[in-house]
């Protein structure tokens, strides 16, 4: 059953097929028009800690026009600029400082203040610290249009009979990015950024808005979108795709409401033509800045991560296909590390998850530290969040204040960044040690706000409180599954006949696969199958079709577990809410409460993977552990959070297991933490793993096994 298909959509897959093994990512990343390579970090990313600060809002020019700031704001600007401030940052160890440079009141209007982040860029070189320049995407237009009248012609019309302004700042209009004009105009501010002020790093903001729904209104956003279906499918599969395949008339989709599922082709056209259009500028401006100076590093702000947002139809953000043009990504997602009131551990796992997965890193506010040492970011102060940050992303600790914060930090903070620069050797090239793949499909998490998110977060937040070693993966990975024991598919609904092949492939050479509720029941463009694509797998029959308008059954089978070749696959009815989401809202931190089969669902994992996991921790589920390699250095690294510090401030005795590398045996288990003492750890080999036990955790330990 699962590989019979209509008459008609047989015709249709024997040239799409063709299409779809050339682009199998799958998502508007790999379409026609995208030619730019990929970014390669530069040597001097690789080699060193990234801890950051950052002033990108404090300029006079902004501050006034923006209201609602204080008489001192312009002595602080000052204080920023001087000598005093740098020398601090640096005994602080901060190796990167993000500061203001182009806030979209046109280069004329902001020169003075371009003038003083040259001597501040100047004066952090000079104490060994790298500079990023903050350049946003909006347009002050009372000022920028006296230098450039002609921009009026990149500015966004009206949208649903509102203006469209960055928030309720009004004088910041929004414009479509991909306009020549503008285009040229923000390479000018790169130019004039690396050229003049020899910056280290380009940090673009207002990543999350630039593609958002209105505007892709702006009269040349109509005619680019009419190009992009024209040139992305041959005229018969276009008509398949739309049943028409003249699209000089197209018009973008306008709606006021929120939708649960997106079924409309040209909606979920227009989705992806919205991610390509972004994409395709970051890899315009990745190639522009790499031509003037190959080691200068791109970071940009797509805000969200993955916190339950649907990030594609909402913001035009695709990760995949976005974060190839760029070496770091801001989250401003919020989830700050701790446990609720509810019992719900929060965190920017994911987020750290998935830019991992692609080769990137993370930027967030792990500490934002004022003069008078306040801290406005975190439950438990910002050691968590520094301690997250070390554990989860890649050699970098965040940003732990602005440019003043130097002057007052929090005692424990400074012990926490001394702590991450002495043991850095600890954190470098490192990769995850990882039993489950989760996946993430293009089609499935970008046009269904509901079943899709909610299983899937939920799924994730299984295997992170129950320490079950985890990557999240998107469409391309599913070519090669190798490193992996098993493939989660949390209501996978939306997968072409490609990955059904590469899922199948994967459990005949011994993968496991977990599989729940509506996985593989449709194909890639959101089509009804007849049946489970996976059925010969799962060995269950999909529900009653009821129409397009009608959420699917969940089945009422319970648990199936099947032996297929040498893989194993068990099939869920439901990952089972303890706090179920409405319909059509985010899947966001209030919702992740552990589901109420969360024992089913681990027991699953654990079957599918032949009871073999790389890691063994016994402990409350509030703490959280991540396991690396280094495989240069013949290492194994074990990070240990404690999320619920504030209730349970020092945990005794923790029992832990891990599996060896093959042909390896342990030299010696050393214990590291900056809420302790060193020490050695006594450990006992047996099986291919190793035993011991950590004797306290506070809020962050580090558990080093040197092997030989």
């Known amino acids: 059953m699962c590989k019979r298909l209509t008459v008609v959509t047989s015709i249709f897959f024997f040239a799409w097929v063709a299409w779809q093994s050339f682009h199998a990512k799958g998502s508007a990343a790999q379409i026609a028009g995208e030619s730019a390579e990929p970014t390669s970090p530069p040597a001097w990313f690789d080699s060193e800690p990234l801890i950051t600060v950052g002033n990108w809002d404090s300029m006079p020019i902004f501050r006034r026009r923006v209201g609602g700031g204080t008489t001192w704001q312009e002595d602080d600007y000052r204080k920023e600029h001087s000598e005093e401030t740098v020398?601090?940052?640096?005994?602080?160890?901060?190796t990167l400082a993000i500061i203001h440079f182009y806030k979209g009141f046109g280069l004329e209007a902001e020169k003075e203040h371009e003038e003083d982040a040259r001597k501040l860029a100047s004066l952090l070189h000079k104490y060994g610290i790298r500079v990023?320049?903050?350049?946003?995407?909006?347009?002050?237009?009372?000022?920028?249009?006296?230098?450039?009248?002609?921009?009026?012609?990149?500015?966004?019309?009206?949208?649903?009979?509102?203006?469209?302004?960055?928030?309720?700042?009004?004088?910041?209009?929004?414009v479509y990015f991909m306009h020549p004009g503008y285009r040229e105009?923000?390479?000018?501010?790169?130019?004039?950024?690396?050229?003049?002020?020899?910056?280290?790093?380009?940090?673009?903001?207002?990543?999350?808005?630039?593609?958002?729904?209105?505007?892709?209104?702006?009269?040349?956003?109509?005619?680019?979108?009419?190009?992009?279906l024209a040139n992305k499918y041959p005229r018969e599969v276009l008509e398949k795709r739309l049943g028409f395949s003249d699209v000089r008339y197209v018009l973008p989709p306008r709606w006021d409401k929120p939708l649960r599922t997106i079924n409309d082709p040209l909606f979920q056209e227009w989705a992806d033509f919205r991610c390509h259009q972004l994409n395709s500028y970051y890899a315009e401006m990745a190639q522009?800045?790499?031509?003037?100076?190959?080691?200068?590093?791109?970071?940009?702000?797509?805000?969200?991560?993955?916190?339950?947002?649907?990030?594609?139809?909402?913001?035009?953000v695709d990760y995949p296909g976005l974060l190839p043009y760029m070496d770091l990504v801001w989250t401003e997602e919020g989830d700050e590390a701790g446990v609720t009131p509810e019992g719900i551990l929060v965190s920017k796992i994911r987020t750290y998850?998935?830019?991992?997965?692609?080769?990137?890193?993370?930027?967030?506010?792990?500490?934002?530290?004022?003069?008078?040492?306040?801290?406005?970011?975190?439950?438990?102060?910002?050691?968590?969040?520094?301690?997250?940050?070390?554990?989860?992303?890649?050699?970098?600790?965040?940003?732990?204040?602005?440019?003043?914060?130097?002057?007052?930090?929090?005692?424990?903070?400074?012990?926490?960044?001394?702590?991450?620069?002495?043991?850095?050797?600890?954190?470098?090239?490192?990769?995850?040690?990882?039993?489950?793949?989760?996946?993430h499909s293009h089609t499935s998490m970008a046009f269904n706000n509901?079943?899709?998110?909610?299983?899937?977060?939920?799924?994730?937040?299984?295997?992170?409180?129950?320490?079950?070693?985890?990557?999240?993966?998107?469409?391309?990975?599913?070519?090669?599954?190798?490193?992996?024991?098993?493939?989660?598919?949390?209501?996978?609904?939306?997968?072409?006949?490609?990955?059904?092949?590469?899922?199948?492939?994967?459990?005949?050479?011994?993968?496991?696969?977990?599989?729940t509720e509506h996985s593989s029941l449709y194909t890639e463009w959101r089509l009804r199958r007849p049946d489970f694509g996976l059925e010969d797998l799962l060995k269950v029959k999909g529900p009653l079709w009821h129409g397009p308008s009608a959420p699917e059954d969940i089945l009422t089978t319970g648990p199936v577990r099947n032996a297929v070749g040498r893989g194993r696959v068990v099939y869920l009815p439901e990952v089972k809410p303890a706090a179920e989401k409405p319909t059509m809202t985010a899947m966001t931190s209030e919702y992740w409460k552990l589901p109420a089969n969360e024992e089913e669902l681990t027991a699953a994992v654990k079957w599918a993977a032949g009871q073999r996991l790389s890691l063994e921790v016994k402990v409350p589920t509030t703490v959280t552990a991540e396991?690396?390699?280094?495989?240069?250095?013949?290492?194994?690294?074990?990070?240990?959070?404690?999320?619920?510090?504030?209730?349970?401030?020092?945990?005794?005795?923790?029992?832990?297991?891990?599996?060896?590398?093959?042909?390896?045996?342990?030299?010696?288990?050393?214990?590291?933490?900056p809420d302790e003492e060193t020490s050695a750890l006594p450990f006992a080999e047996k099986n291919g793993r190793a035993d011991f036990v950590v004797p306290r955790l506070q809020t962050y330990d580090l558990v080093v096994i040197q092997l030989e």
């Open 87 to 94: 020398r601090k940052l640096k005994e602080l160890g901060v």
């Open 132 to 174: 990023g320049v903050y350049i946003g995407s909006t347009i002050a237009y009372e000022t920028f249009l006296a230098e450039k009248p002609e921009a009026a012609d990149w500015f966004v019309p009206d949208f649903q009979g509102r203006p469209v302004f960055y928030d309720d700042q009004t004088f910041r209009k929004r």
């Open 185 to 228: 105009y923000m390479k000018r501010v790169i130019r004039h950024a690396i050229e003049d002020l020899k910056v280290d790093d380009i940090d673009f903001d207002n990543t999350s808005m630039q593609a958002q729904a209105p505007i892709f209104q702006h009269p040349l956003a109509i005619e680019d979108f009419r190009n992009y």
């Open 288 to 316: 522009f800045i790499h031509s003037l100076n190959p080691n200068v590093v791109i970071s940009t702000n797509p805000h969200s991560g993955i916190s339950g947002r649907n990030t594609i139809w909402d913001q035009g």
């Open 353 to 439: 998850k998935m830019a991992s997965s692609l080769g990137k890193r993370v930027l967030t506010y792990t500490a934002e530290i004022y003069p008078n040492g306040t801290l406005t970011s975190g439950k438990a102060g910002g050691k968590l969040q520094m301690a997250e940050s070390m554990a989860y992303n890649r050699q970098c600790l965040g940003e732990v204040g602005d440019v003043l914060a130097g002057y007052s930090p929090a005692v424990d903070q400074r012990r926490y960044i001394k702590f991450f620069v002495d043991h850095f050797d600890q954190y470098r090239q490192v990769a995850n040690v990882a039993d489950v793949a989760v996946l």
């Open 450 to 515: 509901d079943r899709p998110w909610q299983s899937t977060m939920l799924f994730e937040q299984v295997l992170i409180q129950e320490k079950i070693p985890f990557d999240i993966i998107f469409d391309h990975q599913l070519k090669d599954l190798s490193r992996y024991r098993v493939l989660a598919l949390a209501d996978q609904e939306c997968l072409s006949d490609v990955q059904l092949e590469s899922i199948r492939n994967f459990v005949h050479q011994g993968g496991g696969v977990v599989a």
């Open 627 to 673: 396991l690396m390699q280094q495989n240069e250095k013949g290492k194994l690294v074990l990070h240990l959070l404690n999320y619920g510090v504030s209730r349970s401030p020092s945990i005794a005795n923790i029992d832990v297991s891990v599996e060896l590398i093959p042909g390896k045996k342990v030299r010696n288990v050393s214990f590291l933490s």
